[in-house]
T-cell receptor, first 117, second 113 residues
Framework: AQKITQTQPGMFVQEKEAVTLDCTYD???????LFWYKQPSSGEMIFLIY??????QNATEGRYSLNFQKARKSANLVISASQLGDSAMYFC??????????????FGRGTSLIVHP | SQTIHQWPATLVQPVGSPLSLECTVE??????LYWYRQAAGRGLQLLFY??????ISSEVPQNLSASRPQDRQFILSSKKLLLSDSGFYLC????????????FGEGSWLTVV
């Protein structure tokens, strides 16, 4: 079964508007972390934001915020005041504990965001 | 500060030829290291991860292999490439210095012809 589900293959938003990218996850591990990454056309994966499972507050990093709803197992990314440079693929990821104390990160299939002028 | 580099950035290889992609992390010690592959328009598939020198775990059986000869060096290899090996390969690292956030290298585009 998929551990990270991103149901929106593509999203469009007008410049300066806010947009929400959906992510749901599945884990039985009480300690986990959730990440969002941005991948522009150049291919590099850029870390955006992190939310720990025990964090009480939603994470924020500049124009990015993570809407963490633990009971619903969702970790949606909100981008406020979209800019043309936000056009990219966005990946949600989760890390869980693996054997030996290491962490195995799992990625969703991604959402393509296009910002219109 | 910590940095991660991988090379080469792009390569075109004939079917049946060998492959070697190299990844190096600077500014930290004993990182967890990962190799991912991303097929065109797809998500990331974890290929290998390593928690220490000589310790390699394989997630997907295939004709690729990985080695970690030094603490901060991770190598992805193949003895004979297949057409299906084409894709974008990403090396990544994490550790206590990053709060277990995973950071990626620049990526390597491999085309097998």
């Amino acid at each position: 079964a998929q551990k990270i589900t991103q149901t929106q293959p593509g999203m469009f938003v007008q410049e300066k508007e806010a947009v929400t990218l959906d992510c749901t996850y599945d884990t039985s591990d009480p300690s986990y972390g959730l990440f969002w990454y941005k991948q522009p056309s150049s291919g590099e994966m850029i870390f955006l934001i992190y939310q720990g499972s025990y964090d009480q507050q939603n994470a924020t990093e500049g124009r990015y915020s993570l809407n963490f709803q633990k009971a619903r197992k969702s970790a949606n990314l909100v981008i406020s005041a979209s800019q043309l440079g936000d056009s990219a693929m966005y990946f949600c990821a989760m890390r869980e504990a693996a054997s030996g104390g290491s962490y195995i990160p799992t990625f969703g299939r991604g959402t393509s965001l296009i910002v219109h002028p | 500060s910590q940095t991660i580099h991988q090379w080469p950035a792009t390569l075109v290889q004939p079917v049946g030829s060998p492959l070697s992609l190299e990844c190096t992390v600077e500014g930290t010690s004993n990182p967890n290291l990962y190799w991912y592959r991303q097929a065109a328009g797809r998500g990331l598939q974890l290929l290998f991860y390593s928690v220490g020198i000589g310790q390699i775990s394989s997630e997907v059986p295939q004709n690729l292999s990985a080695s970690r000869p030094q603490d901060r060096q991770f190598i992805l290899s193949s003895k004979k490439l297949l057409l299906s090996d084409s894709g974008f390969y990403l090396c990544a690292w994490s550790g206590t210095a990053t709060g277990n956030t995973i950071y990626f290298g620049e990526g390597s585009w491999l085309t097998v012809v």
